[in-house]
């Protein structure tokens, strides 16, 4: 039995973003309650851009993760960019893993820090 996930969204005052926040354990048994939540946001909101926080989420499985791929493809075809912020230890193994940073509008980690996980500093341009 998995952990009580949740889904909180704001949106910015202008309307131009919103954003929505997920905790919890991301799992085979709320997977498509997440996609179904994330996937109705999208199709619901005259925003162009989803930004998901998925700091607080502390486990995430193949199941949960292919979820948040068919949210975002949900999201595109609505045309609204959903796109991951601040992902956890879990979320972001899971990603790097995988291959999808590009997909969830991620930096790829610093291949320097030696599989902690780290994003890649900015780039400076000048």
Avoid: C, Q, W
């Amino acid at each position: 039995m998995s952990m009580m996930v949740e889904v909180t969204y704001r949106t910015e005052p202008d309307g131009s973003v919103v954003h929505a926040t997920i905790t919890g354990e991301l799992d085979l048994d709320r997977a498509d309650e997440i996609r179904d939540s994330l996937a109705g946001a999208a199709r619901g909101i005259t925003a162009k851009f989803l930004r998901v926080d998925v700091s607080g989420v502390t486990f995430l499985d193949s199941y949960a993760l292919g979820a948040l791929v068919s949210a975002r493809n949900t999201a595109a075809s609505a045309g609204v960019t959903l796109t991951l912020a601040d992902p956890s230890p879990p979320v972001r193994k899971a990603i790097e893993v995988t291959g999808l940073a590009d997909v969830f509008g991620l930096p790829p980690s610093r291949p320097d820090a030696a599989g902690t996980g780290d994003p890649a500093p900015a780039a400076d341009v000048t």
